[in-house]
Nanobody, 128 residues
Framework: VQLVESGGGLVEPGGSLRLSCAASGSTFGTYRIAWFRQAPGKEREGLSCTNGDDGSTDFIDSVKGRFAISRDSAKNTVYLQMDSLKPEDAGIYYC??????????????????????WGQGTQVTVSS
């Protein structure tokens, strides 16, 4: 499975972006799908994870209510809608997928090591 993110860019605080994660080589099907962010000088942080069996999505508290996930099965694409963006939302955003349906957690954190497929990332800058 190859994943390609797009949609990043420069946005002012309070603005919105929609990131896309397009899959090729296989359909997302019942894969678990996650979005991660890596800010400069920080470790990769899991933002959301969608379970492959029931489609439920969990978000970390810092983005809950501002970010949302949607999917276009015909395009084999998952979207991350980001609203009310803050400067601290800046970073490289990655989507990841894995064939095991349930999302993996290490404590309360989404465990990146349990995802088999990663995109190349797309840069998001939030600045006025």
């Amino acid at each position: 499975v190859q994943l390609v993110e797009s949609g990043g860019g420069l946005v002012e605080p309070g603005g919105s972006l929609r990131l896309s994660c397009a899959a090729s080589g296989s359909t997302f099907g019942t894969y678990r799908i996650a979005w991660f962010r890596q800010a400069p000088g920080k470790e990769r942080e899991g933002l959301s994870c969608t379970n492959g069996d029931d489609g439920s999505t969990d978000f970390i508290d810092s983005v809950k209510g501002r970010f949302a996930i949607s999917r276009d099965s015909a395009k084999n694409t998952v979207y991350l809608q980001m609203d009310s963006l803050k400067p601290e939302d800046a970073g490289i955003y990655y989507c990841a997928a894995g064939p095991v349906q349930r999302c993996p957690y290490a404590g309360s954190d989404i465990f990146p090591g349990a995802f088999d497929y990663w995109g190349q990332g797309t840069q998001v800058t939030v600045s006025s």
